[in-house]
């Protein structure tokens, strides 16, 4: 197996009442007939469009299938059971194409067996359409199948359907129908930059995106995600506008790790964007405000972050990976806070040692309970404000504005959409201005 990317880590997946995951582990945890799915919560995009899985545990009836299905795709249905979904089953090689019957297909499988499942963006058949293919230790079963893209892309799901039944999750990688492709060296490859991606075609040099959506004004947003966030070192990137396409509806801008793939950026929360067709800034809402001018073939759109020179909060941020441990600053003690304690009481030599302490103890606790309201001030502050920067836009290397923003907890890492048909970029990391 090429070289792969495991993408379960936190909320990266969903189970059904019937499966759960433990680390790379997907079991059956029902009982009788009933169905447990685990589905990965990335679609499958051209730098990662193929997944595969080893069976540990046949269980009762090796009832184990294979495949993917749109985001919705119910979690107690078996792949391919459901519209919108395929599947391929190891317990009777049969192939399940969004009914409940199936045809034969292949092989079966048991245990110590890899199943694969990919999804072929490369090959045209069709507009809005892809081929959807399967393997077996390796090895491609039967021919690619011509499948409708849904909206949201196709989301690699996991099957169980009998007692004892597990399998491990091996991992992500690019693979071709019919061909391996040999590791890729990622410290060279342009492909290796983009993380996420959804409704767009990778060209050339993987740094020239085509739309391959449908443009349903709005629900079919064709959306790439570099995989490193903006930093000191990395501040500035741009995207030429290759073609417009029928409506010009491209857009550049900053996520969250876990953005909606099928949202421009600055529509939902933890991101921003400025939009090609109207010139206008989106941030963290659907709704946009006059910015700058519009944008067509011909034109650069670039993105930067500028970092508050003493605001170490924001580095501490960008320097920590996605999680939902809260921030907050520790409290320092005054060298004084031990004076305020000991000052105001009454002392006496031959009073009774147990009043003094009664008193100690009660000024003790009252300046306590100042300190906790002031640090619960400071956490409520900086859990509603965050890490503030500058976020600014540009069009062929001229500044047109900036907004404040909000760093997300993991940082922001550079998007580029695009809305309608024939619409094509080209994305460039390393500018010589910005």
């Keep these: 197996m090429d070289v792969a990317v495991k993408l379960h880590t936190?909320?990266?997946?969903?189970?059904?009442?019937?499966?759960?995951?433990?680390g790379d582990i997907f079991k059956f945890k029902g009982e009788g007939d009933a169905v447990g799915v685990v589905k990965i919560l990335e679609p499958t995009s051209p730098m990662l469009n193929y997944y595969e899985y080893e069976i540990i545990d046949r269980g009762e009836k090796c009832a184990i299938g294979i495949g993917v299905g749109e985001q919705t795709y119910p979690l107690d249905r078996m792949p391919g059971w459901n519209?919108?979904?395929?599947?391929y089953h190891a317990d009777d090689g049969r192939l399940f194409n969004q009914d409940g019957f199936g045809k034969p297909?292949?092989?079966?499988?048991?245990?110590?067996?890899?199943?694969?499942?990919?999804?072929?963006?490369?090959?045209?058949?069709?507009?809005?359409?892809?081929?959807?293919?399967?393997?077996?230790?390796?090895?491609?079963?039967?021919?690619?199948?011509?499948?409708?893209?849904?909206?949201?892309?196709?989301?690699?799901?996991v099957g169980l359907h009998s007692a004892g039944e597990k399998v491990r999750y091996l991992g992500h990688s690019r693979r071709l129908p019919y061909t391996v492709i040999p590791p890729m060296d990622l410290d060279t490859s342009p492909w290796s930059v983009w993380l996420r991606s959804n409704g767009v075609k990778f060209l050339e040099d993987g740094l020239t995106l085509e739309y391959c959506g449908e443009g349903l004004e709005g629900q079919d947003v064709g959306i790439a995600q570099a995989n490193c966030r903006l930093d000191w070192t990395n501040?500035?990137?741009?995207?030429?506008?290759?073609?417009?396409?029928?409506e010009g509806w491209l857009a550049i801008g900053l996520a969250k790790s876990t953005y909606p793939l099928h949202r421009h950026p600055g529509w939902e929360k933890g991101s921003v964007g400025y939009h090609a067709d109207?010139?206008?800034?989106?941030?963290?809402?659907?709704?946009?405000?006059?910015?700058?001018?519009?944008?067509?073939?011909?034109?650069?759109?670039?993105?930067?972050?500028?970092?508050?020179?003493?605001?170490?909060?924001?580095?501490?941020?960008?320097?920590?990976?996605d999680s939902d441990i809260?921030?907050?600053?520790?409290?320092?003690?005054?060298?004084?806070?031990?004076?305020?304690?000991?000052?105001?009481?009454?002392?006496?030599?031959?009073?009774?040692?147990?009043?003094?302490?009664?008193?100690?103890?009660?000024?003790?606790?009252?300046?306590?309970?100042?300190?906790?309201q002031v640090k619960g001030e400071k956490r409520?502050?900086?859990?509603?404000?965050?890490?503030?920067?500058?976020?600014?836009?540009?069009?062929?290397?001229?500044?047109?504005?900036?907004?404040?923003?909000?760093?997300p907890r993991g940082g922001f890492y550079p998007v580029v959409a695009m809305l309608s048909g024939g619409e094509k970029i080209r994305v460039n990391f390393e500018p010589l201005t910005g």
């Design 326 to 372: 809260e921030r907050t600053a520790e409290f320092e003690y005054e060298e004084d806070d031990q004076e305020g304690v000991w000052s105001g009481l009454d002392s006496d030599d031959s009073g009774d040692d147990r009043d003094f302490l009664k008193q100690l103890h009660v000024k003790y606790r009252a300046l306590m309970k100042q300190k906790s």
């Design 278 to 321: 109207n010139g206008q800034l989106y941030k963290e809402v659907g709704k946009g405000m006059p910015f700058g001018p519009t944008c067509t073939e011909g034109d650069r759109m670039g993105c930067g972050i500028q970092f508050p020179a003493t605001d170490d909060t924001v580095l501490s941020n960008f320097s920590e990976s």
């Design 83 to 87: 519209a919108h979904g395929i599947g």
């Design 105 to 157: 297909f292949g092989p079966t499988s048991d245990v110590g067996d890899r199943m694969g499942c990919g999804v072929d963006f490369e090959t045209d058949v069709g507009y809005g359409y892809v081929n959807v293919f399967f393997t077996r230790n390796g090895q491609q079963v039967g021919e690619p199948i011509k499948m409708k893209r849904p909206l949201r892309g196709l989301y690699p799901i």
């Design 235 to 246: 501040h500035y990137f741009e995207m030429e506008i290759l073609s417009a396409g029928k």
């Design 10 to 22: 936190k909320q990266r997946y969903c189970t059904g009442r019937n499966s759960e995951v433990d």
């Design 380 to 407: 409520t502050k900086t859990k509603e404000t965050g890490c503030v920067c500058t976020v600014y836009f540009t069009k062929n290397g001229e500044r047109v504005g900036s907004v404040e923003c909000s760093v």
